[in-house]
């Protein structure tokens, strides 16, 4: 498609008619069981949203293919998926042998009753945390927290010169890391700073404003998750100017605030490099430290992964492949990011055969 579709006509429109009549028709039987759903463009893809993700469909240059956006529905279609190429909430199909009709409607009855049990869910632990803090705030009140002026700024930034050494500034080259507004500090000695600091909303601020390599980390260490807005986190990416800050906020920070999820899908369309990298690092850092979501809640990503694939630059393509391998080590949803690489180990283009092959080597190492 020459310009990008940003509603499923267009999306249709762009098609050959061999693969628009049979997604026309998905479409159509995905409306009559879901009439309320909302219908947008997500990861490339015509997708279907109502309590979250819901299904979506696409074309590709070998298939067709219906995304269930979870791996557990396929488990009880199996029989009448036989004959299908099936992987982790993917059925692939050709456009001659479209899906029957009486199972998509199946299909869409299924999610829309695990999207509506999984907002059940969401909703009765949200009373539970809200209940929890309500309880905590009587028995224990917060401390109030002093605003931080300038002058702490200033002191802070003094110190981290006072730490930093000429020889390990200069040795940031090495690691492709930016050595001009740098002092040259070990991360371990920014850890036990950031310990002795405590959690500073306000200092983080004045940290990330003075544009100091150093001085950014220690903001990502001692700012407050519960804190950060989606503003600021829009704010500080833009300022992203290497591998190491993006990564290191979004590891440290960022995956911890309500908003990353959100925020992975906002940058990955981005064209700067260092903030579509940041849409990845974020991706990675969730696969590895959420554990209270669900395993086949990042399959909805793999399309994600599979778009940006071909972008050849340095940090993208090794962010993408940061993030499929982080998804991989999620069991339940390993085999289908091992079919994802498998795909890009095969594709044409450089980047995305880079990225299969290096997550490949990976997700299929024995261990020792």
Not at 333 to 354: G, H
């Amino acid at each position: 498609m020459a310009a990008k579709p940003k509603t499923i006509d267009e999306y249709l429109a762009a098609l050959p008619d061999r693969q628009r009549v049979p997604l026309a028709k998905l479409r159509k039987t995905i409306k009559s069981v879901a009439p309320e759903a909302e219908e947008s463009i997500s990861y490339g893809l015509a997708a279907f949203r109502q309590n979250g993700m819901l299904v979506g469909f696409g074309a590709s240059t070998n298939h067709l293919g219906f995304y269930l956006m979870t791996g557990s529905t396929l488990k009880n279609y199996e029989d009448e998926l036989n004959g299908y190429d099936l992987s982790k909430g993917t059925i692939r199909f050709q456009p001659e042998k479209p899906l029957p009709v009486a199972l998509v409607r199946k299909l869409v009855k299924a999610r829309l009753a695990e999207n509506e049990a999984a907002l059940k869910r969401r909703a009765r632990a949200g009373q539970m945390k809200e209940a929890a803090s309500k309880k905590t705030s009587k028995e224990k009140p917060a401390k109030k927290s002093a605003r931080t002026s300038e002058t702490d700024v200033a002191a802070v930034v003094n110190k981290l010169r006072r730490l930093g050494s000429k020889s390990a500034r200069d040795g940031l080259a090495r690691y492709a890391l930016p050595a001009d507004n740098a002092f040259g500090i070990a991360v371990g000695t920014l850890h036990k700073l950031a310990k002795d600091l405590g959690r500073n909303h306000d200092l983080a601020a004045g940290l990330w404003r003075s544009g100091y390599f150093e001085a950014r980390m220690l903001a990502t260490f001692v700012d407050e998750p519960q804190r950060v807005t989606p503003a600021q986190m829009d704010r500080w990416c833009r300022d992203f100017d290497s591998w190491g800050i993006c990564d290191t906020v979004c590891f440290h920070l960022f995956d911890r605030t309500p908003y990353a999820y959100d925020k992975v899908e906002q940058w990955a369309d981005r064209k700067e490099e260092f903030i579509k990298r940041g849409a990845f690092a974020l991706l990675a850092s969730l696969a590895l430290h959420d554990k209270a979501a669900d395993d086949e809640s990042f399959l909805r990503y793999l399309p994600l992964i599979e778009k940006a694939a071909p972008d050849d630059r340095n940090f993208v393509k090794k962010g993408v492949s940061w993030a499929l391998r982080a998804i991989g080590k999620r069991q339940t949803v390993r085999e289908a990011a091992i079919d994802v690489a498998k795909r890009l180990a095969e594709s044409s283009e450089p980047a995305a055969r880079w990225i299969g092959k290096d997550a490949l080597r990976d997700l299929t190492k024995k261990k020792r």
